[in-house]
């Protein structure tokens, strides 16, 4: 299945951070999205919400039939100023809708938009085992950029972590 006429993208609200939480909440039991182990609290992720700027670093939901399925965010990464150009996709979508290219049409999208945000390189931090997505970003151009053996405590099990990378170019 893919994309429909009525989805929507938009930037997330205050009042979407309910949803936001149930579908990150939603990856955790997989343990292929997140090194969360136990749920978080909508009260939990209100500073995190609120470090986001609609004009640098957006949170934007994909709303299907009025419903929101999916969200993407871009987060600062590392917090000094020298990577100001730099920025960290997360992409979470509800159970029910994996497999059907909305993360791919949200990291598609955010990538057209990055020279909007003021970003030049997009990373990302995926679970070494976690292979729709490494393939979803392969695809869209990112690259392997690092490899962390054995960095995560899953269940008694150590999992790596990937740093995949996207030069954006901006002309």
């Given at each position: 299945m893919?994309?429909?006429?009525?989805?929507?993208?938009?930037?997330?609200?205050?009042?979407?951070?309910?949803?936001?939480?149930?579908?990150?909440?939603?990856?955790?039991?997989?343990?292929?999205?997140?090194?969360?182990?136990?749920?978080?609290?909508?009260?939990?992720?209100?500073?995190?919400?609120?470090?986001?700027?609609?004009?640098?670093?957006?949170?934007?939901?994909?709303?299907?039939?009025g419903?929101?399925?999916?969200?993407?965010?871009?987060?600062?990464f590392?917090?000094?100023?020298?990577?100001?150009?730099?920025?960290?996709?997360?992409?979470?979508?509800?159970?029910?809708?994996?497999?059907?290219?909305?993360?791919?049409?949200?990291?598609?999208?955010?990538?057209?938009?990055?020279?909007?945000?003021?970003?030049?390189t997009?990373?990302?931090?995926?679970?070494?085992?976690?292979?729709?997505?490494?393939?979803?970003?392969?695809?869209?151009?990112?690259?392997?950029?690092?490899?962390?053996?054995a960095?995560?405590?899953?269940?008694?099990?150590?999992?790596?972590?990937?740093?995949?990378?996207?030069?954006?170019?901006?002309?």
């Amino acid at each position: 299945m893919s994309m429909t006429t009525t989805d929507v993208i938009r930037d997330a609200t205050a009042a979407d951070l309910p949803r936001i939480v149930e579908i990150y909440n939603g990856s955790i039991p997989g343990r292929m999205a997140t090194a969360d182990t136990e749920p978080v609290t909508v009260a939990s992720r209100v500073a995190w919400f609120q470090q986001h700027d609609l004009k640098t670093r957006p949170i934007w939901v994909l709303e299907r039939n009025g419903n929101i399925v999916a969200w993407i965010s871009l987060s600062s990464f590392y917090g000094r100023p020298a990577y100001h150009a730099t920025a960290e996709v997360s992409i979470y979508v509800d159970a029910d809708y994996q497999g059907q290219g909305i993360g791919a049409h949200l990291v598609r999208t955010l990538i057209s938009r990055c020279s909007d945000f003021g970003v030049t390189t997009l990373l990302g931090f995926v679970f070494g085992h976690n292979t729709p997505s490494l393939r979803m970003l392969e695809k869209l151009g990112f690259n392997q950029w690092g490899f962390l053996p054995a960095i995560a405590e899953l269940d008694n099990q150590m999992k790596d972590l990937v740093i995949v990378g996207l030069k954006i170019d901006n002309h």
